[in-house]
T-cell receptor
């Protein structure tokens, strides 16, 4: 009964380093999302995907790239990490229109 | 420009009493609203939703009310229990945005014994 799984759970990077966050869902959902949450703010959408092989920009896409090569996986990449990308990152998936999104437990990322 | 606003960062309620969490929105195109609950170090979990064609939706102790003319929705929890202590997020979406969710900043609910 895994649902949405995010790896890693924590990571500390130096400015300029790159990394990839992995999101995996086992519910056969078409839609997947990457959000960031910063203190005192709601979740902000970075990128999303409406199906395998598709991606689209959300509200705050700059500095991030994504890929959806397999339906169950959605990867978020930081090519050159910046301190402003220090945040908690959440992945979510949903099955269809007006269905709720299901979330992973987040990745806490610190950029020094 | 916040399209979804939760103006109370925190709320403290006695156990057994009613908790009322509020949310305001500005975009009249929003037609689907959701409430999520979040515990520390966990992802948000879906609580209850309401479509704009309704003004009330109930699920056990949780009821969401929607006032479209005032662009306001509220979540009522009756009776409040210690396990309800969490951060509650309001979110809204519109058909013309491919149902992307716009989130409020959250309200931290504290249930006192």
């Amino acid at each position: 009964n895994a649902g949405v799984t995010q790896t890693p759970k924590f990571r500390v990077l130096k400015t300029g380093q790159s990394m990839t966050l992995l999101c995996a869902q086992d519910m056969n959902h078409e839609y997947m999302y990457w959000y960031r949450q910063d203190p005192g703010m709601g979740l902000r959408l970075i990128h999303y995907s409406v199906g395998e092989g598709t991606t689209a920009k959300g509200e705050v896409p700059d500095g991030y790239n994504v890929s959806r090569l397999k339906k169950q996986n959605f990867l978020l990449g930081l090519e050159s990490a910046a301190p402003s990308q220090t945040s908690v990152y959440f992945c979510a998936s949903r099955g269809g229109v007006n269905q709720p999104q299901h979330f992973g437990d987040g990745t806490r990322l610190s950029i020094l | 420009d916040q399209q979804v606003k939760q103006n109370s960062p925190s709320l403290s309620v006695q156990e057994g009493r009613i908790s009322i969490l509020n949310c305001d929105y500005t975009n009249s195109m929003f037609d689907y609203f959701l409430w999520y609950k979040k515990y520390p170090a966990e992802g948000p979990t879906f609580l209850i939703s309401i479509s704009s064609i309704k003004d009330k939706n109930e699920d056990g102790r949780f009821t969401v009310f929607l006032n479209k003319s005032a662009k306001h929705l509220s979540l009522h929890i009756v009776p409040s229990q210690p396990g309800d202590s969490a951060v509650y997020f309001c979110a809204a979406s519109a058909l013309d945005s491919n149902y992307q969710l716009i989130w409020g900043a959250g309200t931290k609910l504290i249930i006192k014994p």
